[in-house]
Structures are given as C-alpha cells and as structure tokens.
C-alpha cells in the first residue's frame, strides 16, 4: 500500500477504500511496469526477485504475509469482482493498494488479470506457460497440501 496511509486506513474496508480514494491519496508513487500474471507455481516468485534486483518494487503473494492489513482491500475486490457485492475496482483503488508497486506477480493479482491490464495499458505483460499436468502436481504439493497438512 502506498506508504502515506495511516495503519487505520491500510486495514480499512473497501467502502472506507473508495471514501478515502481521491487523486492525492491514491497517487501512484511508481509507474505500473509489469504485471506478471501467471498463476502461483509457475516462477512467481523468482519473477518477484528478478523484478526487485532489477529496482522494480513487485507485489506478489508473499506480500500479504508481512501486509495483512491489505486482506481486507483484496477482498474487497474479489468481492465486487465475483460476488456482484460493491463496483469493480477503479484505477484510483487499484494505485491506492499497488500504488507504491512497479509490478505484480502470483495471487490475488492474477484474479484481475483483465482489469489490471485494461487499466494500465503501458504497462508489459509476462504470461508464464507450463505443462498443465506439472503444474497441477507442483500446485497441490507445493500449496494445498501444505496448507492442508496440520501443524503442531
């Protein structure tokens, strides 16, 4: 999230996003270069580390671990997206969330693949392709095996 919001307003729900959206507070603070709109287990994260190296500020699944506060934004958009529940995200929102961001890679942003790229043209496209059976086996190892097995 852009860094001139308070801890208040980074947790905020998406109606209080779109009452606090306004051209000063959702300035983007870096140019939207790449959206990396592969899905998770398909060089994600190596995409984020090539992309930071290179000086490109890349928000990627992982962010949200240390950004929980943007849990409540991205729901917020998947709501309205998939639910029918409030209006798609403008770009006001979306440079509120990612505005501090160069690029995005992996989940949640790969649910807005369309919106993101309508919304900013200028920015280049990386689509990552994979072997659909590989890709399936490394996702269910990889994530939903580990987020299923218990923890002591």
Request: overall charge negative; proline content about 6%; aromatic content about 8%.
């Amino acid at each position: 999230m852009p860094q001139n919001l308070s801890s208040e307003e980074k947790g905020s729900s998406l109606s209080n996003v779109r009452e606090e959206a306004s051209p000063s507070s959702s300035r983007r603070t870096v140019p939207m270069e790449v959206l990396s709109l592969g899905m998770p287990r398909t060089g994600t994260a190596s995409m984020q580390r090539a992309l930071n190296i290179l000086g490109i500020p890349c928000y990627h699944g992982f962010t949200l671990f240390a950004s929980t506060e943007d849990c409540a934004v991205w729901d917020g958009a998947l709501d309205a997206k998939f639910f029918n529940k409030g209006s798609p995200f403008t770009r006001i929102e979306w440079d509120q969330l990612l505005g501090s961001y160069g690029a995005v890679a992996d989940l949640p942003a790969v649910a807005f693949a369309e919106e993101l790229i309508d919304l900013y043209p200028e920015s280049k496209v990386v689509m990552v392709e994979r072997d659909v059976e590989k890709w399936h086996e490394s996702f269910n190892e990889g994530l939903i095996e580990e987020c299923l097995e218990p923890t002591l």
